[in-house]
């Protein structure tokens, strides 16, 4: 089974810059969809930002200008830069990649945000 690891998740002030990471145990070379996602306390977990093999990328409203989401196939990583964060945006971020019919996600990384 496929294991990714989320680090970079941490404590900033609003206006503050994080970069989260999402190391995949195997290859993302061949990988379909990787994506974010969050979820704040007794909230769903919703979708921030989605990225396509052939690079097409996907964001929420409320992160759209802020966030951006890549990849690094030689480092199987993806990575989201998260710029000119807002205590709104605190919540556990999850990283998912999909190889079709195959998924998996990591266990989360807490981003919080204080004004």
């Known amino acids: 089974q496929v294991q990714l690891v989320e680090s970079g998740g941490g404590l900033v002030q609003a206006g503050g810059s994080l970069r989260l990471s999402c190391q995949a145990s195997t290859s993302i070379f061949s990988a379909n969809a990787m994506a974010w996602y969050r979820q704040a306390p007794g909230k769903q977990r919703d979708l921030v930002a989605h990225l396509t093999s052939g690079g097409s990328t996907n964001y929420a409203d409320s992160v759209k200008g802020r966030f951006t989401i890549s990849r690094d196939n030689a480092k199987n990583t993806v990575y989201l830069q998260m710029n000119s964060l807002k205590p709104e945006d605190t919540a556990v971020y999850y990283c998912?990649?999909?190889?079709?019919?195959?998924?998996?996600w990591g266990p989360g990384t807490q981003v919080t945000v204080s004004s």
């Open positions: 998912y990649v999909g190889w079709w019919p195959l998924s998996s």
